[in-house]
Nanobody, 124 residues
């Protein structure tokens, strides 16, 4: 079992940046691949990006490439999502998730544990 708590969401102007954090507790954090997903009001959950257990591999949804960066610190049991050049359409609740696989990618069924989410609102 692993418990996940996201933080760092908030209100930001378009073009600005936010850095989300996901703190993990429970079983060894380095045993899990991590992913970030988001869900906007009235829309289905969508994949943002993922990182392997070691942090050596990352993968992003095309619309986030070059703007979002995922990193992890296994010593501190945290994973971060750095979001730059934010757009109005990035407004959503952002969730981190943990998978027992080495790397889980965009398939949300591969993730066993989810945080409660942190809201991000991008204003014009």
């Amino acid at each position: 079992q692993v418990q996940l708590v996201e933080s760092g969401g908030g209100l930001v102007q378009a073009g600005g940046s936010l850095r989300l954090a996901c703190a993990a507790s429970g079983r060894a954090f380095s045993s899990y691949a991590m992913g970030w997903f988001r869900q906007a009001p009235g829309r289905e959950r969508e994949f943002v990006g993922a990182i392997s257990r070691s942090g050596g591999a990352t993968y992003y949804q095309d619309s986030m490439k070059g703007r979002f960066t995922i990193s992890r610190d296994n010593a501190k049991n945290t994973v971060h999502l750095q979001m730059n050049s934010l757009k109005l359409e990035d407004t959503a609740d952002y969730y981190c998730a943990a998978s027992p696989l080495w790397f889980a990618g965009a398939d949300d069924t591969q993730y066993d544990f989810w945080g409660q989410g942190t809201p991000v609102t991008v204003s014009s």
